[in-house]
C-alpha cells in the first residue's frame, strides 16, 4: 500500500523568509503524481504545485517550489518570501493509477510577522 | 476554475439515525467522484470512489454498509452514513474529476462537519 508520510506536524517561518516542508512516500510504482495541498482555516483543499514523477525538472509556481529526489522518494516544498496568508495546514498527496490520492499527515506552518 | 459544493455544510444528528451528504459539481460533468473523512487535525483518509453509474470501490477497512455512495447523475454523489454514531463525527470532504481530466484537476468540494450526538 502506499504511504505517505510528513515528519515535521509543525514549522514556523518568519515573513518574507523561506521555509521547507519534507514529504517522503513508499511506491513500487514508476509512474505516479505528486501534490502539495494548503488547507487553510476555511478546510477548503487549494492545490498549490504538482510534480509528474517522469518529469526530471522540479516544478516551480511562483513563490512554490518542490525537490523532488524520485530515487529516494522524496518530495520536498520550499516556500519563499514566506507571506501571512501562507499560514495553513499543508498536505502532500500521491496519486496512483486510478486517481485515488493519498495524503500525509499534514504540517500546520505559522508564519510569524 | 470548477466548483464543487457539499451540502450541508454542517450537520448534528441523534444517535441511530441516517444522514446523507451530497457533492455536487457545479459547472462540469463529474464521472468520478471521491469521499475523504479528515478528523481534527488529521489527514484526509480515502474512503471511497464513485463512478457514475456503477457501485462505489470502498478502501480496506472502511463499511459499505454504513457508507452509502450513490453516484446517479454526472453531477450528483450523496454519501448516507447510516445508524450513525458518535465515532462517526467527522469532517467529510468529496472531490471531482471529469472526463478526461488528470488527478492534478482533482476539485475539492468545502467540506461538510458531521456531529453525532
Known amino acids: 500500500a502506499q504511504t505517505v508520510t510528513q515528519s515535521q506536524p509543525e514549522m514556523s517561518v518568519q515573513e518574507a523568509e523561506t521555509v521547507t516542508l519534507s514529504c517522503t512516500y513508499d511506491?513500487?510504482?514508476?509512474?505516479?503524481?505528486l501534490f502539495w495541498y494548503k488547507q487553510p482555516p476555511s478546510r477548503q483543499m487549494i492545490l498549490v504545485i504538482r510534480?509528474?514523477?517522469?518529469?526530471?525538472q522540479n516544478a516551480t509556481e511562483n513563490r512554490f517550489s518542490v525537490n523532488f529526489q524520485k530515487a529516494a522518494k522524496s518530495f520536498s516544498l520550499k516556500i519563499s518570501d514566506s507571506q501571512l496568508g501562507d499560514a495553513a495546514m499543508y498536505f502532500c498527496?500521491?496519486?496512483?493509477?486510478?486517481?485515488?490520492?493519498?495524503f500525509g499527515t499534514g504540517t500546520s506552518l505559522t508564519v510569524i510577522p | 476554475g470548477a466548483v464543487v459544493s457539499q451540502h450541508p455544510s454542517w450537520v448534528i444528528c441523534k444517535s441511530g439515525t441516517s444522514v446523507k451528504i451530497e457533492c455536487r459539481s457545479l459547472?462540469?460533468?463529474?464521472?468520478?467522484m471521491f469521499w475523504y473523512r479528515q478528523f481534527p487535525k488529521q489527514s484526509l483518509m480515502l474512503m471511497a470512489t464513485?463512478?457514475?453509474?456503477?457501485?462505489?470501490?470502498?478502501e480496506q477497512g472502511v463499511e459499505k454498509d454504513k457508507f452509502l455512495i450513490n453516484h446517479a447523475s454526472l453531477t450528483l454523489s450523496t454519501l448516507t452514513v447510516t445508524s450513525a454514531h458518535p465515532e462517526d463525527s467527522s469532517f467529510y470532504i468529496c472531490?471531482?474529476?471529469?472526463?478526461?481530466?488528470?488527478?492534478?484537476?482533482?476539485?475539492f468540494g468545502p467540506g461538510t462537519r458531521l456531529t453525532v450526538t
Open positions: 472531490s471531482a474529476i471529469s472526463p478526461g481530466q488528470l488527478a492534478y484537476e482533482q476539485y
Open positions: 511506491t513500487s510504482e514508476s509512474d505516479y503524481y
Open positions: 510534480q509528474e514523477a517522469y518529469k526530471q
Open positions: 498527496a500521491y496519486e496512483r493509477t486510478g486517481n485515488q490520492f493519498y
Open positions: 459547472d462540469f460533468q463529474a464521472t468520478t
Open positions: 464513485s463512478n457514475e453509474g456503477s457501485k462505489a470501490t470502498y
